[in-house]
């Protein structure tokens, strides 16, 4: 009797089991109503490299790893005491042109003046000469005083704008160091996280050499592969929902970003092995930027989850999908 009494126990037990995964796997599993896809795929965001422009010793960096900044913060400062010197140096260069030039505009008058007093001089001989006052030669040494004069004021002319030629480098000069002194304050391009601090202050870097990554919280996507089927009748902004393994009663509204031109082998991480030898195209759906903004501070990369994608604007959400995050739940 009692061992009748363990069987039927034992029996009970897999049939409980089994009608609780049945039931479980098959909540899971549910086929997606007509025009809706699925995939699965984790969360990625955009990385951006905070560089130097040239080589240098990093003075300060602002930010540490985790830290939330803002679009224009400042986040290192390079060593700019070389580039400080190269600027007043280019400075005094300037000063000095601007005296040339002064000086070459001055000579300019003067020899204006000269050619002047020699044009009228020149008339004056012309005349004596056609009264016979004066011999040939003396007009003609006359003439060449004028033309002398000419040449002079030509070249003053050229001086002039040598002068300015030279003021026009000395500036570009400057404005060039100045933009080096400005790009040695490394700001964040984006609203985003820290995600690596490369290089510590009193580091010498390379020209390029990264100092921070972000990770651009405004920008971010989950890559899913379906077959051509599906994939053939997804158009790019098409209404898509993310659900993340982590957060499975939480529906976050998105949109289809990106559907690749050509079909590809699905990566070695999608499914199983039948799954990775067909041929997929890759589709990313972005995240509404409106509801990353105001939830910045808990966006993190690397999660599992599934992506649904409308596949045409008829296609109805099923009750668990028909709320997204920031529409009423």
Not at 146 to 163: E, F, L, P, S, Y
Request: hydrophobic share 45%; aromatic share 6%; charged share 30%.
């Amino acid at each position: 009797m009692g061992r009748h009494w363990i069987k039927w126990t034992i029996a009970i037990v897999i049939l409980a089991a089994g009608a609780g995964a049945y039931f479980w796997f098959g909540r899971r599993q549910n086929p997606l109503p007509e025009g809706l896809a699925a995939g699965n795929g984790r969360i990625e965001a955009t990385e951006v490299d905070i560089a130097t422009k040239l080589a240098g010793r990093l003075e300060a960096v602002l930010a540490r790893e985790g830290d939330m900044v803002s679009r224009g913060q400042v986040l290192a400062r390079m060593d700019i005491r070389e580039l400080t010197a190269r600027r007043r140096s280019a400075q005094a260069e300037m000063q000095r042109a601007e005296e040339e030039r002064r000086y070459a505009a001055a000579i300019l008058e003067q020899q204006r003046s000269q050619r002047a007093l020699a044009e009228k001089d020149l008339e004056r001989y012309r005349r004596l000469y056609a009264s016979k006052s004066i011999a040939l030669q003396t007009l003609q040494r006359q003439q060449t005083a004028r033309d002398t004069a000419r040449a002079a004021v030509a070249a003053a002319i050229a001086r002039q704008a040598n002068a300015t030629a030279a003021i026009d480098a000395v500036k570009a000069r400057i404005d060039e160091i100045q933009s080096f002194i400005d790009d040695s304050t490394l700001t964040a391009p984006v609203d985003g996280r820290v995600l690596y601090r490369l290089a510590e202050p009193g580091e010498v870097l390379g020209a390029g050499g990264r100092v921070l990554t972000l990770l651009d919280v405004s920008d971010v996507t989950m890559t899913i592969f379906l077959p051509t089927d599906q994939a053939g009748r997804v158009d790019l902004g098409s209404d898509a929902r993310i659900v993340l393994d982590a957060l499975p009663d939480v529906v976050i509204p998105a949109r289809v970003s990106f559907v690749a031109p050509k079909a590809q082998f699905t990566p070695k991480d999608v499914e199983t092995r039948t799954e990775r030898e067909k041929l997929m195209f890759r589709v990313k759906v972005r995240i509404d930027p409106e509801l990353l903004r105001a939830h910045a501070e808990k966006v993190k990369t690397g999660l599992p989850g599934m992506a649904y994608v409308r596949l045409n604007a008829d296609a109805v959400w099923p009750p668990s999908l028909a709320t997204p995050v920031g529409e009423g739940r």
